[in-house]
Every structure is written in structure tokens, then in C-alpha cells.
């Protein structure tokens, strides 16, 4: 079965960390461009890292920059994202996606889902 099934959600204080984990099943991450992004009630989807998972080649938002790290581990074919000194405005469901294709076009697939797999999502609440 194909699947992208994502862990490591939960509930932490402002400045806290939480690692989420992105495993896939049914299928190699090795040809994808694989990535994060969340979305709160009401908001749009947001793309928070992605990475290219031939090479390592990451880019983030702005808004996480040199708080979020993306990483792969290729032998498990898994994806993490490490967030360190969370804010309350991180609180979201988080999903990781992939995409056959370039960064960018994951990237613009935040807007459009037109995403290859998606996973159901963990969720992140920060407190302040």
C-alpha cells in the first residue's frame, strides 16, 4: 500500500522543540522532491520545508528559517522535520507531501495540492 504516514505531533510551550517524522511505505522517496507544510483552521496551506531527496537540496519559508531543519534518512526512507524554539504561531496540522518533479513545483503545489502522495497529517500546538 502506498502511503505517507507522518508522527511525532503534540503539544509544547513556546520555545520548545518537537520532531516529526515522515515515513513512506509502498514506494521510494529516492526520485521525489519531499516536503512539509501545515495549515491552521481557517488558513490557508502553508509550505514550511521541503527537500530533494536525490541530493539533499532543502529550502525553507522565511518564517521557519533557522528554527526547522528537513533532513532524510535513505536506508529508511524517511523524512524528518526537527523545529526548535516553537512559537504559538506554529500551532497547525502538519502534512507531508511529495512531488516527481522540481523544488519549485512542490513548492507551488502547496497552493494547488497537486501533490503525488500526501499523509493524513499530525498535529502541533504551541502555548505560549
Known amino acids: 500500500q502506498v502511503q505517507l504516514v507522518e508522527s511525532g505531533g503534540g503539544s509544547v510551550q513556546s520555545g520548545g522543540s518537537l520532531r516529526l517524522s515522515c515515513e513512506a511505505s509502498?514506494?521510494?522517496?529516492?526520485?521525489?522532491?519531499i516536503g512539509w507544510y501545515r495549515q491552521s483552521s481557517g488558513d490557508e496551506r502553508e509550505g514550511v520545508a521541503s527537500?530533494?531527496?536525490?541530493?539533499?537540496?532543502?529550502r525553507y519559508s522565511d518564517s521557519v528559517k533557522g528554527r526547522f531543519t528537513i533532513s532524510r534518512d535513505s536506508a529508511k526512507n524517511v523524512v524528518y522535520l526537527q523545529m526548535n524554539t516553537l512559537k504559538p504561531e506554529d500551532t497547525g496540522d502538519y502534512f507531508c507531501?511529495?512531488?516527481?518533479?522540481?523544488?519549485?513545483?512542490?513548492?507551488?503545489?502547496?497552493?494547488?495540492?497537486?501533490?503525488?502522495?500526501w499523509g493524513v497529517g499530525t498535529q502541533v500546538t504551541v502555548s505560549s
Open positions: 507531501a511529495t512531488r516527481e518533479s522540481t523544488v519549485d513545483s512542490w513548492w507551488e503545489a502547496v497552493q494547488t495540492h497537486f501533490f503525488d502522495h
Open positions: 509502498g514506494f521510494t522517496l529516492g526520485k521525489y522532491v
Open positions: 527537500i530533494k531527496f536525490s541530493d539533499g537540496f532543502t
